[in-house]
């Protein structure tokens, strides 16, 4: 954001200085800046910083079809990678709860182990919307 340049740029001229010194100290002057740098980012987010992540992290094919579609204008494949991808994990939770919503109303065993699928199921259909609906926040 605009309001965090100064931020920014004031850190990032600390660790232009502070890495000239030695080895050490330029790992961790680069390590400084990249922390504040995505603290910020998520400051702007609404969300905490909970440190960096590693490099090399598994994006899964939403994120790259994400910007192969951007690079190249066709929004198709990164729907159908979507659509696919909400309508298996919906019918395999869709059966689970299914499996277990005609227990015995006096079975309080069995009432509890539909609840236990009930519950995350109801909760990702709603997660789902709202995320469709640009309800979330964050990455």
Do not use: C, W
């Amino acid at each position: 954001m605009k309001k965090d340049e100064g931020e920014i740029k004031k850190a990032f001229q600390k660790t232009l200085a502070v890495r000239k010194l030695n080895a050490q100290a330029k790992e961790l002057a680069d390590m400084y800046f990249f922390e504040t740098l995505v603290r910020i980012h998520r400051a702007g987010e609404g969300e905490p910083f909970t440190g960096l992540k590693p490099a090399g992290r598994d994006l899964e094919p939403a994120i790259p079809a994400a910007d192969k579609a951007i690079e190249s204008g066709k929004l198709e494949p990164l729907l159908k990678i979507l659509t696919e991808t909400v309508q298996t994990e919906v019918r395999e939770k869709f059966k689970v709860v299914s499996a277990k919503k005609n227990f015995k109303t006096d079975d309080v065993e069995a009432g509890r182990e539909y609840v236990e699928v009930y519950v995350p199921f109801v909760s990702y259909i709603e997660r789902i919307y709202a995320t469709a609906k640009g309800a979330a926040k964050g990455h």
